[in-house]
T-cell receptor, first 119, second 114 residues
Framework: GAVVSQHPSWVICKSGTSVKIECRSLDFQATTMFWYRQFPKQSLMLMATSNEGSKATYEQGVEKDKFLINHASLTLSTLTVTSAHPEDSSFYIC???????????????FGPGTRLTVL | DQQVKQNSPSLSVQEGRISILNCDYT??????FLWYKKYPAEGPTFLIS?????DKNEDGRFTVFLNKSAKHLSLHIVPSQPGDSAVYFC?????????????FGQGTTLQVKP
């Protein structure tokens, strides 16, 4: 299957700082990438849908000014957690849909996730 | 509001036996469902899917059953193997195939004992 990478795999930061997480599709082009958040023992919650070259669409309750998403190319989307606080500590996972797979949700590939801990 | 629910957080079965993982949903407009498997420190990987026009889809050892009237789907793994030990998520597609999004359940941790 296709490969999606995330960097970093884990990060610890101080409260008030900003953290950038990268999501890359390594062997395919992705017009759409998704950012999820997962708390322990809970489901993956969609935060936003990122489309290449346009503004991200945020889910209800997700602060767009706090979670900045940039999808500058067909292989890279970034999520920046601005002024992070301990309650932002979570597991962040991205996924990417293959540009050629239009309509096929089976062709959505997930990154390994990034563990963010805010002290 | 949890629209997709996996009420069993964990399941333990013996190697060779059948594993049955269950998933319930609340929105009758959902018409496409997927199961994902997740190992620690890895992202979820697609396992099998089913459209609401079907009530069963089979792929090797994996079969997904859909009961629309009960808003319930299940994943059967037979025979179960130790390598199947992982967290399994069910997901429902909300919206159209082009602009929709996936709604996930909480996951069920499956342990297959040798």
């Amino acid at each position: 299957g296709a490969v999606v990478s995330q960097h970093p795999s884990w990060v610890i930061c101080k409260s008030g700082t900003s953290v950038k997480i990268e999501c890359r599709s390594l062997d395919f082009q992705a017009t759409t990438m998704f950012w999820y958040r997962q708390f322990p023992k809970q489901s993956l919650m969609l935060m936003a849908t990122s489309n290449e070259g346009s503004k991200a669409t945020y889910e209800q309750g997700v602060e767009k000014d706090k979670f900045l998403i940039n999808h500058a190319s067909l292989t890279l989307s970034t999520l920046t957690v601005t002024s992070a606080h301990p309650e932002d500590s979570s597991f962040y996972i991205c996924s990417a849909r293959d540009q050629l797979a239009s309509g096929k949700w089976d062709e959505q590939f997930f990154g390994p996730g990034t563990r963010l801990t805010v002290l | 509001d949890q629209q997709v629910k996996q009420n069993s957080p964990s399941l333990s079965v013996q190697e060779g036996r059948i594993s049955i993982l269950n998933c319930d949903y609340t929105n009758s407009m959902f018409d496409y469902f997927l199961w994902y498997k997740k190992y620690p420190a890895e992202g979820p990987t697609f396992l099998i899917s089913i459209s609401s026009i079907k009530d069963k889809n089979e792929d090797g050892r994996f079969t997904v059953f859909l009961n629309k009237s009960a808003k319930h789907l299940s994943l059967h793994i037979v025979p179960s193997q130790p390598g199947d030990s992982a967290v399994y998520f069910c997901a429902a597609l909300k919206g159209s195939s082009n602009t929709g999004k996936l709604i996930f359940g909480q996951g069920t941790t499956l342990q297959v004992k040798p």
